[in-house]
């Protein structure tokens, strides 16, 4: 009984941290400028039972989602055969971004390593991407991405509603350094056995030379798994 008491306060616990943190993401959307939308389709294929090759294409709506910024290929190699909670993956990212009626494109080689545990119900995964740009008639520079997520103990309503939390910083290894901050907040659903679709909330803020812009983005990326 004791148990199940303990165990009922930590999953309600944390459902209340999670809202708080939503309210807290959300705070920034009074005030914020530009709005985007950010739609994504991904595969993930197994190789065999310790390496997958994971496939997406993402698309970037800018403007208040009048025109088409920018659209994102990403293909990558994992393997998951080092331990149950960690995973090392080899990468490549095609950039292209629109400008006016030209397109500039940006080619970045990456190294993903992931850290998966469960703390007091609550999932948490600690990511480290390091990337290389190399940008069309631009200095080529190395970037550290780390992003934090954390799901809740516990699903809502008989869809199996999952909601999260995460947050991503972006470092850059010349002059801009600590040049961009992301805050997600938002949930995945089930739509079958092999498809999810998550739906999210991110406040992003960029540093353009001295001072920092402030964008409101909403997503929605669908995820294909094949076994």
């Known amino acids: 009984m004791k148990d199940c008491i303990s165990t009922s306060f930590v999953q309600h616990g944390g459902i209340l941290v999670l809202l708080v943190a939503v309210l807290l993401c959300l705070a920034p959307c009074a005030w914020a400028g530009d709005f ?7 595969f993930t294929i197994p190789i065999d ?7 997406e294409e993402r698309l970037s ?11 994102q290929t990403d293909f990558a190699v994992t393997y998951l055969g ?35 545990a469960k703390i007091h119900g609550f999932g948490v995964t600690d ?31 008989p869809w199996k509603v999952l909601p999260y939390v995460a947050e991503e910083v972006f470092i850059s290894f010349d002059e801009e350094d600590f040049n961009q901050q992301r805050v997600y907040t938002g949930f995945f659903i089930p739509l079958h056995k092999q498809v999810r679709l998550e739906l999210f909330y991110l406040w992003r803020l960029d540093k353009e030379d001295d001072d920092w812009h402030d964008t409101n983005v909403l997503g929605s990326w669908l995820y294909f798994q094949f076994y």
Do not use: C, M
Not at 36 to 42: F, G, I, M, N, R
Not at 144 to 157: C, D, E, N, Q, V
């Open 82 to 116: 080092l331990a149950d909670w960690l995973s090392v993956g080899v990468g490549y990212k095609a950039f292209f971004e629109k400008d006016g009626d030209n397109w500039w494109v940006e080619d970045r080689p990456y190294l993903n390593v992931a850290v998966k």
């Open 61 to 71: 709506f800018a403007d208040d989602v009048r025109r088409l910024d920018d659209h």
């Open 127 to 157: 990511r480290s991407r390091f990337e290389y740009r190399i940008p069309e008639d631009e200095d080529e520079v190395w970037q550290y991405r780390h992003k934090l997520t954390i799901t809740s103990p516990t699903t809502f309503t």
């Open 49 to 55: 039972e310790q390496w997958q090759f994971y496939i």
């Open 36 to 42: 985007e939308y950010w739609p994504k389709a991904a």
